[in-house]
């Protein structure tokens, strides 16, 4: 069990908006610790998507942004591509276990 | 520009240890903390543990207290995973990345190639 949850799976049409949930508890995402989000293609290693809950490296499209409230976290991809087809790790601090912990990975199909 | 570059593939038999190299370039080595992260096959990411370039101050996951061990070589901007008494799930390929942003939640801004390990009899 991953201390963040997330939705083992969620699909699209293209151009439709999906969204990945992120819950977490008090002692990380509720502590008010910063979230990330990964995506990860087959074979590869993963590349941040959303750094700092909301900000997006250079090069990743505005199609992909990300939002915490509470508990919980989400990232949204608008206008769905083929090539979103992917998976998605959250990620965050928890301090009762005083380390890093990611959620358990979001697979992305696009119908 | 940076690069992680990690060690090729190993097998070895439960029990043994496995030593894994990452040598970083492209970039101050010592101004940013480095991570292990490793994901078991078909599976989701784990944390490992934090390295300080600068001083070799390590912290480990809970998970892995005791037969973990992460060192670093300044002079060549190498790092170094050492995991010993191997078990068959400890088979995963294992990351190195690089910590950006302040505070304990960090993200990871550039991640190695990823190294493969298989434990097997």
């Known amino acids: 069990q991953s201390v963040l949850t997330q939705p083992p799976s969620v699909s699209g049409a293209p151009g439709q908006r999906v969204t990945i949930s992120c819950t977490g508890s008090r002692s990380n995402i509720g502590a008010g610790y910063d979230v990330h989000w990964y995506q990860q293609f087959p074979g590869t290693a993963p590349k941040v998507l959303i750094y700092?809950?909301?900000d997006r490296p250079s090069g990743v499209p505005d199609r992909f942004s990300g939002s915490k409230s509470g508990t919980s976290a989400s990232l949204a991809i608008t206008g769905l591509q083929a090539e979103d087809e992917a998976d998605y790790y959250c990620?965050?601090?928890?301090?009762?276990?005083?380390?890093?912990?990611f959620g358990g990975g979001t697979k992305l199909t696009v119908l | 520009q940076v690069q992680l570059v990690q060690s090729g593939a190993e097998v070895k038999k439960p029990g043994a240890s496995v030593k894994i190299s990452c040598k970083a370039s492209?970039?101050?080595?010592?101004?940013?903390?480095m991570y292990w992260v490793r994901q078991a096959p078909g599976q989701g990411l784990e944390w490992m543990g934090i390295?300080?370039?600068?001083?070799?101050?390590?912290t480990y996951s809970q998970r892995f207290q005791g037969r973990l061990t992460m060192t670093r070589v300044t002079s060549t901007g190498t790092l170094y995973m050492d995991l010993s008494s191997l078990r068959s799930d400890d088979t995963a390929v294992y990351y190195c990345a690089r910590g950006r942003g302040s505070g304990s939640a960090q993200s990871f801004d550039y991640w190695g190639q990823g190294t493969l390990v298989t434990v097997s009899s």
């Open positions: 492209g970039y101050t080595f010592i101004s940013y903390f």
């Open positions: 990620q965050s601090y928890d301090n009762s276990l005083s380390g890093l912990v």
């Open positions: 700092d809950n909301t």
């Open positions: 390295i300080n370039p600068s001083d070799g101050d390590t």
